[in-house]
Every structure is written in structure tokens, then in C-alpha cells.
């Protein structure tokens, strides 16, 4: 049996009836403070988020058990990778807690101007309101980060020992030589995930800062314009990984 294999897992409702518990019981997905509820969070909650950056670049899906640093760094690594504004959509339910196990990256192409048009909807009736929802989303974005990174620094760290183990290990199989590189390998790749965004939403946020800045200049853009220069600055200090790409040396791995 796959090392993957769960004695017993809790049944994983459908979409539509994970929608319907939340909205006819008059329920929300997000906790006080943000948090997502406990009564509904699965320990490998996020775990696709890992094959998912695996899968966009054609690299291998590890077969191994997940660590819990592994778990938590992927828990970590959705919010930065989820747009800001996106957690209103419909379907945002069922990415918080795992129903979808892959982003439709076509949806969410990667456009500096979009953040600045969520501004502008109605959701916001004022100046003053553009600007608070700009300031709080960076500085939310700049508390995430730290737990992220600091997770992100044990996995990288694990995964070299991983690495300088396998050299002295002579009976690893081809099937647990070729699933630990590509665990490794998907470990990177979240990272890489995770800055590539951030490095994506610092350019939406200079933009829309710069276009409220010309069409309601207000004091508050001193304060927005020191807390992005802040999570660049976050950025150039956590550059742990390479960009998005798999080691040569990892191998297919093909399910038992």
C-alpha cells in the first residue's frame, strides 16, 4: 500500500454541499480574526498545493508522507499565492479548505491593473476606504510572510540533510530515491510560488498606489508607499530558492 494511504479519513463533502452547509446554516468560512474554522480543517487541508507547483512546471509528484513542517508550510504558502481580493469569490469556500485541489490559473492571470480596479468597486465608497483596504492588505501581506519564511528556512534546511542522507543511503529503491527528489523538489517550488506572487502583488500594489495617488491624492499614500517599500524589502531579505525549476536529477516517479 502507497506510504500515502490514510487507515481512516473523515468523507470530504462535494462542492455544492460543502456551499450549502456554510450558507443555509448561515455560516461563514473564516473565523474570528481571519483564522478558518476549526470544525472544518483537515490536517492536509492544502496539501495540493505542493503537487499543484509541481504539476504547472511537468515535475514529479512525491508519493511521500507529508511532514508537518511540509503541512504547515503549504498552509502558510495559500494565502500569499490566493489574490487578496479574491477571497469574496464564490468558489473561495472551497479553496480554503481543500475541496479544490488545483488553482484555475487561467482565471487568475496575473494582471497589475486588477487589484486597482477591485479598489475602485463598490465595495469601497471612499478615498479614505481605497487607501485603508491598500495599507491593511500590505501589512496583512507582511505579517504572513514571517511564519511562512521562517517555515520555509526548517524545510529548506530538513531537505538538504534529506539530500546528504541519500548519498549514504546504498538500498534506496528507485521509487524512494525518485519520491524524496521530487518532494524536495515540491518543497522549492512552493517557496518559489509563494515569492513570485508576493513579487506580483508588490507591482499591483505600486500601481494602485500610484493611480490613487493621481486621482485622490490623500496623506494617507505616505504610509501605503512605506509598507510596500517594506514587503520589498521582506522579499530581497527571504530569496531562499532558485526560481521556478526541477533539479535534472529527479526522476518520474510512478505510483505503487
Known amino acids: 500500500m502507497s506510504p500515502r494511504a490514510r487507515c481512516f479519513r473523515e468523507p470530504v463533502l462535494p462542492p455544492l454541499a ?6 443555509l446554516g448561515n455560516c461563514s468560512s473564516i473565523a474570528d480574526f481571519g483564522r478558518l474554522r476549526s470544525d472544518l480543517v483537515a490536517d492536509d487541508i492544502h496539501a495540493w498545493v505542493g503537487e499543484d507547483a509541481a504539476q504547472s512546471v511537468g515535475a514529479p509528484v ?7 513542517d511540509e503541512l504547515a508550510l503549504r498552509d502558510l504558502a495559500f494565502p500569499l499565492i490566493e489574490p487578496p481580493y479574491d477571497r469574496i469569490r464564490w468558489d473561495a469556500v472551497l479553496y480554503e479548505y481543500g475541496v479544490q485541489h488545483s488553482l484555475r490559473r487561467e482565471e487568475w492571470v496575473f494582471d497589475p491593473a486588477a487589484y486597482y480596479g477591485h479598489l475602485q468597486t463598490a ?4 478615498t479614505a476606504g481605497r487607501y485603508n483596504q ?3 492588505d500590505v501589512r496583512n501581506d507582511i505579517v504572513r510572510i514571517e511564519p511562512f519564511f521562517a517555515t520555509a528556512r526548517r524545510v529548506v534546511a530538513l531537505d538538504e540533510r534529506r539530500q546528504r542522507t541519500m548519498q549514504s543511503v546504498r538500498d534506496l529503491s528507485p521509487v524512494e530515491r525518485g519520491s524524496a527528489l521530487a ?8 517557496i518559489a510560488w ?3 506572487s508576493l513579487t506580483e502583488r508588490c507591482a499591483s500594489y505600486r500601481y494602485a498606489l500610484d493611480h490613487l495617488t493621481v486621482a485622490e491624492p490623500a496623506p494617507a499614500a505616505a ?3 512605506r509598507l510596500i517599500a517594506q514587503l520589498q524589502q521582506r522579499l530581497a531579505d527571504n530569496e531562499l530558492v532558485p526560481g521556478p525549476h526541477i533539479a535534472p536529477t529527479a526522476v518520474a516517479v510512478v505510483k505503487r
Open 18 to 23: 460543502m456551499l450549502a452547509l456554510l450558507f
Open 62 to 68: 512525491s508519493l511521500n508522507n507529508l511532514t508537518e
Open 123 to 126: 465595495f469601497h465608497r471612499s
Open 134 to 136: 491598500l495599507i491593511d
Open 183 to 190: 518532494r524536495v523538489a515540491e518543497n522549492s517550488l512552493t
Open 194 to 196: 509563494v515569492h513570485h
Open 223 to 225: 504610509e501605503a508607499a
